[in-house]
């Protein structure tokens, strides 16, 4: 398959190419809701750019409609997920998801916490002051935890608190829920899970939750490789081939050891040109970035250090990167655009500003 038939079936399963996302029946937040659940899951320890990246799909118009869906109808949630990376998630995908995902990172966040000087003894009191406090409280903000785990004699500076906060996430008994003003500037909060959302329904059963995830990946990411779909979600490589190996009878071969859902339609024509937030699940949701990022432009996109830029594409070919100071969008060309794409993204440009 060619790069550039590859970018296009890729753009149209990450909803950036055909009929915009807020087409869908009921608009506004069941736009935003069935957006994320497409995709599975949007990265967002940075909020701003989960939000961003829906206005790039057409699945919200204001930044507004992506937190009613978090405050008001509960129906999104964010959670440290896939590679121990916060992620918006719909909210019933959250029990199953976290089940597959959050043991992984339970090692590594203990191990850090050692070296940050918390002892097991201590990141365990801590964790029953979080629960605590959220139970007794309601929604508190990350400083509003800090304050609490200080006056409760809880080391609580620099990266302690977020790894302490990952650490109860882990054990399923928080959740980021509602955002407390208004964007850009809100915070956001977190929750008592069961609180929050009520009794999760029973997980599935792990071969039923990889086959599940298998299925909804290639929905959002098809075609892809089990490399590609290990490297997304952070699980074993075994992992990925026995999920998709559960659901070989509703696999198509795309070539080149790519697979993808059986009897999507083929898209059609040009993708348009889009402004995509950093850390966009377009450029992250494969092992193999290529397809979309020139390599002699990588670094530019990629600059080391787990960053990912903002950035321009055409034809679902990253062209630029840009920044938005004072809400302003400036664009950072890696050759002269075409008077048509220049054009198009002073659009998007417009549209980032509103949104």
């Excluded at 006056?151 to 790894?163: D, E, F, L, N, S």
């Excluded at 929050?196 to 990889?210: H, I, S, Y």
């Excluded at 809400?327 to 890696?334: K, Q, S």
Aim: charged share 20%; glycine share 8%; proline share 7%.
């Amino acid at each position: 398959m060619s790069a550039a038939a590859l970018r296009r079936r890729r753009c149209a399963a990450q909803l950036l190419a055909g009929a915009p996302a807020s087409d869908t029946p009921g608009g506004g937040s069941a736009a935003t809701r069935t957006a994320v659940a497409h995709l599975l899951a949007v990265q967002a320890q940075d909020l701003r750019a989960a939000r961003l990246a829906l206005r790039a799909r057409g699945a919200a118009q204001r930044a507004a409609e992506v937190d009613d869906a978090l405050t008001q109808e509960r129906s999104l949630v964010v959670n440290w997920l896939m590679r121990g990376t916060l992620h918006l998630v719909a909210a019933e995908d959250l029990a199953w998801l976290h089940a597959l995902t959050a043991p992984l990172g339970a090692a590594t966040i203990r191990r850090r916490l050692g070296q940050l000087g918390v002892s097991e003894a201590a990141a365990e009191r801590a964790v029953a002051t979080v629960e605590r406090c959220l139970a007794g409280e309601g929604p508190l903000t990350r400083p509003e935890l800090a304050e609490r785990l200080a006056a409760a004699g809880i080391r609580a500076q620099g990266q302690t608190v977020p790894h302490l906060l990952a650490l109860a996430a882990g054990r399923g008994s928080i959740v980021l829920g509602p955002v407390h003003g208004a964007a850009p500037a809100a915070e956001h909060a977190f929750v008592h899970t069961r609180d929050w959302l009520g009794t999760p329904a029973p997980a599935p059963d792990r071969d039923t939750a990889l086959a599940e995830l298998a299925r909804r990946y290639l929905r959002g990411h098809g075609p892809a490789t089990a490399a590609d779909l290990a490297a997304w979600s952070g699980l074993p490589l075994r992992d990925a081939r026995a999920g998709l190996a559960a659901i070989a009878r509703e696999l198509a071969p795309a070539g080149d050891d790519l697979v993808d859902l059986a009897g999507r339609d083929m898209p059609r024509g040009r993708v348009p040109p889009r402004l995509l937030p950093a850390f966009d699940p377009y450029l992250l949701g494969w092992k193999d970035r290529t397809f979309a990022i020139d390599p002699a432009h990588a670094r530019r996109v990629h600059p080391g250090g787990g960053i990912l830029r903002a950035s321009a594409v055409a034809n679902g070919l990253a062209i630029a990167t840009w920044t938005a100071p004072r809400g302003v969008v400036e664009l950072d060309p890696f050759a002269p655009l075409a008077p048509a794409v220049a054009a198009a993204l002073r659009r998007e440009a417009a549209s980032v500003a509103a949104f």
